[in-house]
């Protein structure tokens, strides 16, 4: 039932999209479209992601077969949506192309990547709302390596446009594509019109994906074409992988036990495609359990995600560094200097020992010794600023030697 709940409402909002064109002049009614579901229990998913890269450039605003082009790509779209079965794949749907009001930016991500819900799916196609500007198809390429990337198993890269305008950067954008993702990846232009150069460099992006091929979307319409279609692509004729029925969500987090490669994750987690919680900065902690969001590639950070240099420890009551901790601070120049707008706090501690003045003074000896050293290794002063906390803030217990030996450290934060 939600199944058919999901499919009547993008009907709805299709014969939207179609009173919203009959204003802007006269247009040949397209073929009636009566979905052939498709039952899930005989089909495996020959590829367990997809991605729909459409076409909204200006080019798309030309006639073809009685009908603006965009609405070709727009109704070969929606229909394939209605058809494509739910089955635990993820899926997402990127523009190129925009009249202004649309966005500003040359390729914008509409759904997704996220588990394919045609419902989910219907309401990203209702945010491409008109045509404008030229073809960055290969900035939309582009941006598809961040997409697909870390998504397990194998992605379909549809490509629905006219192939018209586009810049001499789209194939290498293609190849370097098929190069990141290799077998992984198949690619599926779909052919809007009939420009012979389009078609070309279509079938060029086909030949770089090496598993795909181009279809042309008039010929893909009626509901026998696209059952086809949906099946060349995206299905397999056997016994599911996936079977929504007796799948489970352990950990409530949306993502099936059977595609989680992190279960348990706490609740109110936010996670990627693959259950695993969010690692923004990408320093190996997750984004709940990071207490130092922002640090810079490569730095290395403690179990809370702060950035602290694991080899340059203090001896206790001195504020010298000692060579050991040499090389994690050459780390900090080349850090710095691969990111020229980004400034240092430099936060100086001690462990429990002593007086809590004489702590204080002694944690801000040793955060200008960590300056000193930068400063003589060519960073310039002003981007670094030190800071005493003494005792205040321990990294491990004061109850033995060895956690006390971890709390005579600095600590850096970034600033930008």
Known sequence: MKHLISKGLFVAVAMVFMVGCAAQGPQK??????????????????????????????????????????????????????TLPEMGQVGGLRSFGHKPSVSGDPTMMLYGMEPYTAQGFAAGLTKLTGTG?????????????????????????????????????????????????????????????????????LQSISDIGGCGFVSEASQTLSSSAMVNFVKNVFLTAGTPKYVPSVVKDSDNDGVPDDRDKCPDTPPGVEVDADGCPLDTDGDGVYDYLDKCPGTPAGAKVNPMGCWVLGDLLFDFDKSDIKPTGYADLDDVVGILNRNPEMNIVLQGHTDSKGKDAYNQALSMRRAQSVRTYLVNKGIIADRMKCEAYGESMPAASNDTEFGRSLNRRVQLMPVK
Request: proline share 5%; hydrophobic share 35%.
């Open 133 to 201: 500007g030229n073809s960055p198809l290969y900035r939309a390429l582009g941006a598809a390596i961040g997409d697909i990337d870390g998504k397990s198993g194998t992605t379909a890269l549809l490509i629905v446009s006219d192939g018209e305008k586009m810049s001499p950067k789209t194939t290498a954008a293609a190849q370097a594509l098929k190069d990141k993702f290799g077998d992984t990846l198949c690619i599926y232009p779909v052919l809007v019109g009939d420009d012979k150069e389009g078609q070309a460099l």
């Open 29 to 82: 009614p397209f073929s009636e479209f009566a979905p052939q579901p498709l039952d899930a229990s005989q089909y495996s998913l020959k590829h367990n992601n997809f991605l729909v890269i459409l076409d909204g450039s200006s080019s798309m605003e030309e006639m073809f077969n009685g009908n603006q082009k965009f609405d070709i790509a727009r109704e070969f779209v929606g229909r394939m949506n209605q």
